[in-house]
């Protein structure tokens, strides 16, 4: 078998700053539901913790903003605004609580802020991020955008934005089951070995395929609303 050609050094560069939690984003304000997955779910140690997480990737991410993404970024690329706008549609229509369709509305407009902020002298990316800021756009749609800026690979693409949001995910589990930075770091490895597969069987999930079906993550999502203490938005 031949190796994949390797990524252009600022293409890798930038799929790295786009997968860092440092990326202002609000990404590190949000758990979506897993304090709740605490407190009623039984995600109360480190294997529970990192049961909870690796079946969000693969039953969530990996049939919902995976595909997505995927689909997002060559619709970009190929200037297929009818087609961004029925995926950013999509992305809307399927968050089953309101807490979860808030967070990813405020991330992608925190997202188009920054994209338009970093294309300040680069009129024809401009031209795209105003056409992403009018949608009003969800995450998923703006993080494509902003992958395809970079001419990086769709798979390496969501490679990138599945370990962003695994090293999000497994930092929220730190503060809120709680776990130590060792623990963290063991869940972040087992996530890291399992995300080529789950990105892989996004890559291959048609409109078809596609789904948000997690209906208990959806319960306890609307339960961690209204929850009484609580460290994140969602």
Known sequence: MTAPAPLAAASLLQLIWLASPALPVGGFSYSEGLEAGVEWAGVTTEN?????????????????????????IVAWRVG???????????????????????????????????LRNL????????????????????????????????????RDGLLASAFGWA?????????????????????????????????????ACGDAQRQSFSPMLAILSARHEAQYSRLFRS
């Open 167 to 203: 090293e999000n995910m497994v930092q929220a589990a730190l503060k809120a089951v709680p776990l130590g930075q060792s623990a963290g770091q063991r869940i972040l490895a087992r996530l890291a070995g399992e995300i080529p597969a789950a990105v892989d069987a996004a890559l």
């Open 119 to 154: 294309n300040a002298d680069r009129p024809e990316h401009l031209a795209a991020v105003d056409r992403l800021a009018a949608l009003p756009p969800t995450y998923p749609i703006a993080f494509a955008l902003a992958v395809a800026h970079t001419g990086a690979a769709v």
């Open 48 to 72: 529970a913790a990192s049961d909870w997480i690796s079946d969000q990737l693969h039953l969530s991410q990996a049939r919902s903003d995976l595909p997505v993404l995927a689909q997002a």
């Open 80 to 114: 297929d605004l009818d087609r961004v706008r029925a995926l950013n549609d999509w992305v809307l229509a399927t968050r089953e609580t309101s807490e979860l369709r808030l967070q990813t509305e405020q991330m992608g407009k925190s997202l188009a802020d920054w």
